[in-house]
């Protein structure tokens, strides 16, 4: 039979995540729909990373993060 002598040095990712637990535990995470993404037409989530126009137009933060680089870009070169 094999002896353990200190299981923190076998499994280290278990002391830090009983730490993270007590301080993130009372918040329970939800999430809502946005909407569709101005860009793909995709459904967003709350959780994602998401940006909402002016005109009150939600996108995902990378579509938007995509046609922003495309419009810089057109910008350098015109
Ligand atoms: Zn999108």
């Known amino acids: 039979m094999p002896r353990v002598k200190n299981w923190k040095e076998i499994s280290p990712h278990i ?8 301080t993130w535990g009372r918040k329970i995470h939800e999430t809502y729909d946005v909407g569709d993404c101005k860009y793909c037409n995709k459904d967003i989530d709350s959780d994602m990373s998401f940006v909402v126009f002016a005109t009150k137009e939600p996108a995902h933060f990378r579509c938007y993060q995509k046609d922003y680089e495309k419009e810089n870009r057109k910008n350098i070169y015109l």
Do not use: Y
């Open 15 to 22: 002391a830090p995540q009983k730490k993270a637990k007590k």
